[in-house]
């Protein structure tokens, strides 16, 4: 896979985040210092407030290809979409959003409305050819590798095309964000046999098996399995995948909070805390989603990324990168092409088949 040589451009929404201006200057700095990005940066977002954070961070001669773009408003987490997006034409998110639209940058990180972005992005980016939905996909540590989880919330109905469609975005994705020549993919479900579950995932399975060999189709898989890293894509509705993602989440946090208290409850436990403590550190960096930030808006004609609204600076670095990494795979063409290799091959199929 290859993809431009030459460093790519990335605005990023400064105003979306729950930490304030001062995390993506944090973040912009890790990334530059300790994940060597070069990609160009275009802080988006009032631009005297950036000047003033910047200042305090000492950051304005070490950032390097760096620019502003001002914007006067601001999308709040209460905010609706559609109304956000017509009282607050000049809001950070949507001129940044605008930016990519123009073709001025090569992808967008916001940690802003998940809600406001997602029908921005639609609208104002289009879907490509073929594809009547986005989906937003996420990566989740497995005991193995990392594996991408689509969809986690932008359509939580979709039809047997959506989930087909979100297979190959998901593929690609883990082609880019992984590296993996091969993506393994499987169709979440409630049994791996034939037949076992709704006509939606039956249908989906069907059709995901004749187009095997655009993707690496490996079938069904159950809930039981999704942290074995037997996969790399799951696929699923964006109702589940949002149920799937938090309860996950959470149950990370509180594994974590309980091991964590249950150490501190004497000291001979904290003894044993203090001579484990690496390890519990590489457990912390394996579970951690801050390395794998950012959960790409995927299938539209721009490179979206969504962002935790509590992102930290570690997770904001990952996103910038991830969003690097997006562009230098060239994902928008590889999921354009595979997106009409798969509704062409699906179209001969229906046709060639006898209607009942």
């Not at 990519?100 to 940058?105: F, I």
């Amino acid at each position: 896979m290859t993809g431009s040589a030459a460093p790519c451009t990335i605005a990023v929404d400064v105003m979306g985040s729950d930490l304030g201006p001062s995390e993506f200057i944090r973040g912009l700095l890790y990334a530059r210092k300790e994940l060597k990005l070069d990609s160009n940066i275009v802080l988006v977002g009032k631009e005297p407030l950036i000047k003033r954070f910047l200042k305090v961070k000492h950051a304005i001669n070490e950032l390097g290809n760096v620019r502003i773009h001002h914007a006067s408003e601001v999308v709040d987490m209460h905010d609706k979409p559609v109304q956000a997006m017509r009282k607050k034409k000049d809001a950070s998110m949507f001129q940044a959003i605008h930016l990519a639209k123009e073709g001025e940058v090569d992808a967008v990180v916001s940690c802003g409305n998940t809600g406001a972005l997602m029908a921005a992005g639609t609208i104002r980016l289009r879907p490509l050819e073929g594809i009547d939905r986005p989906a937003l996909a996420t990566i989740i540590p497995t005991k193995q590798n990392a594996c991408v989880l689509i969809d986690v919330g932008a359509n939580p109905e979709c039809s047997p095309q959506n989930l087909l469609h979100n297979a190959i975005l998901g593929a690609n994705y883990a082609r880019s964000a992984l590296d993996l020549e091969k993506p393994r993919v499987a169709l979440l479900t409630i049994g791996t046999e034939d037949g076992k579950g709704t006509s939606l995932i039956n249908e989906t399975h069907e059709n995901l098996k004749a187009i095997d060999g655009i993707i690496n189709y490996q079938g069904l898989i159950e809930g039981f399995q999704i942290f074995e890293g037997e996969v790399d894509v799951i696929v699923c509705d964006g109702f589940i995948g949002n149920i799937l993602l938090k309860s996950s989440e959470a149950l990370f946090s509180f594994v974590g909070n309980t091991i964590k208290d249950e150490l501190r409850r004497n000291a001979k436990r904290m003894l044993g805390a203090a001579l484990a403590k690496s390890a519990f550190s590489d457990m912390r960096n394996r579970l951690s989603p801050d390395h794998h930030a950012g959960a790409p808006l995927l299938g539209l004609k721009g490179n979206l990324l969504k962002s935790h609204g509590s992102s930290n600076y570690v997770a904001i670095a990952n996103a910038i990168r991830i969003a690097s990494e997006i562009v230098r795979h060239d994902l928008l063409d590889t999921i354009q092409s595979d997106i009409l290799k798969a509704n062409s091959l699906l179209l001969e199929l229906s046709e060639s088949t006898p209607a009942e």
